[in-house]
């Protein structure tokens, strides 16, 4: 797949970048994304979310520009433009009308995939108009185009939410093996549930909304220890913080 950087194209692609001070080490955050991948369906999956200090990822009324400052905001265009596709849930869309372009950094703009179950969003939104390729990936029947977005048709998985494995299939099926999960929370935390998420990047910015949209919404736990802790790396994003944590797919 010609959309992202090759394994070679990556470190110029950085080189714009300090290596120290946005985000420690960029080689140690970034190279984990062209390991060879371990899970059979041949993807590296990496999730991203910017949050509060209280775990919020937008106003309840879906404000959400922007939780992350500057560096935040590089740190995901650089993403966009060494992963061949990009996710975002319906959502997103209906809140944002976002391009998911690769713009502040230099690098090719992935493939842009939006997941729409029931087919809500209607074909006036960017991703749909305008740009790089789309995918409208949903379980509702209809016509093939929407705009100019192809339509991939997916079944539901046990969950009831689209099947997200048959969907990582079907994209390495088309080359797109770099995966990155935009947002919003639901869309990283369906990824999350399933276990298909090699990496998880967490923007944490000094403030507090007190309400909002979660970050994560994960199935109920009873006790502490149910819950899923991991080790991370910490990034300084200032003023915000990142953290790289490595996932390796396990499930909650
Ligand atoms: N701070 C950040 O990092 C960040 C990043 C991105 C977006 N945002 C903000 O976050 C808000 C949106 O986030 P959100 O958590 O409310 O929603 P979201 O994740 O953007 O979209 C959720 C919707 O996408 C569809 N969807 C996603 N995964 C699915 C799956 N596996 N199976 C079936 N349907 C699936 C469903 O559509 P249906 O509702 O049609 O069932 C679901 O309700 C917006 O306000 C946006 O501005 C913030």
Redesign the pocket.
Known sequence: MDGAAGEAEWQALLAGAPAEGEGGSLSSLFAPLFAPPTAPDGCIVVGR???TLDGR??TRG???RW?GGEGDLRHTHRLRALCHAVV?????VA??DPQLTTRLVPGPSPLRVV????R?LGAGFRLFREGPPTLLVTAAEGPDRHGMAEVLRIGCDASG??D?AALLRALAARGATRIFV??????VS?FLAAGLLDRLHVTVAPMILGSG?PAFALPEVARVDEGLRFAWTVHDLAPDVLFDIALGRRKP
């Open positions: 979310l910017a949050q990822i937008a879906g404000h959400s939780i975002v849930g319906a959502a997103t809140e944002d997941l729409d179950p029931s809500r939410g689209l997200l935009e947002g919003g929370g639901q869309t369906r949209r």
